[in-house]
């Protein structure tokens, strides 16, 4: 595994992410932002944020799986979210889980959260992207 997760004893600990990861493979992959779109590029759970984030998450490993990858590679993810406020992480962290679950894995990478005004279509509710690296 070329991603190593970690909390520093000088910074507090979140527990839905670490704030650290060291890489020491070779390879970068960059996913683009995923949307809560299928395959066949419909939204899914249009006004159900939990949904979204599920389904983000779940095409971010797609596109990791076409590289070769997974969440265990993942470095760094960024989540962007409409109109953020503090009562949507429930929601989010929902999401979150689902998709772990599904996925057998613990997606817990350090991660940035921010609030966005909108996003490239008006049914989205979230987009994350993330950062990979691979041996």
């Avoid at 689902?98 to 990478?109: C, S």
């Avoid at 008006?122 to 691979?134: G, K, N, Q, R, S």
Wanted: proline share 4%.
């Amino acid at each position: 595994m070329a991603v190593t997760l970690m909390d520093s004893d000088g910074l507090p600990k979140v527990g839905a992410y670490r704030q650290v990861s060291v890489a020491t493979g070779t390879r970068l992959v960059f996913v683009a932002g995923q949307v809560a779109w299928d395959a066949e590029g419909s939204t899914v759970g249009v006004g159900d944020l939990a949904a979204q984030v599920e389904r983000c998450y779940l095409n971010v490993a797609t596109a990791l799986a076409e590289a070769g990858g997974t969440f265990d590679d993942v470095a760094k993810i960024n989540v962007h979210v409409v109109d953020w406020t503090a009562d949507k992480m429930p929601q989010l962290m929902e999401g979150i889980g689902r998709a772990a679950e599904r996925l057998g894995v613990a997606p817990a990478p350090p991660a940035t959260l921010l609030g966005v005004a909108a996003l490239d279509v008006p049914e989205h509710l979230v987009e994350i992207e993330a950062v990979a690296v691979l041996d």
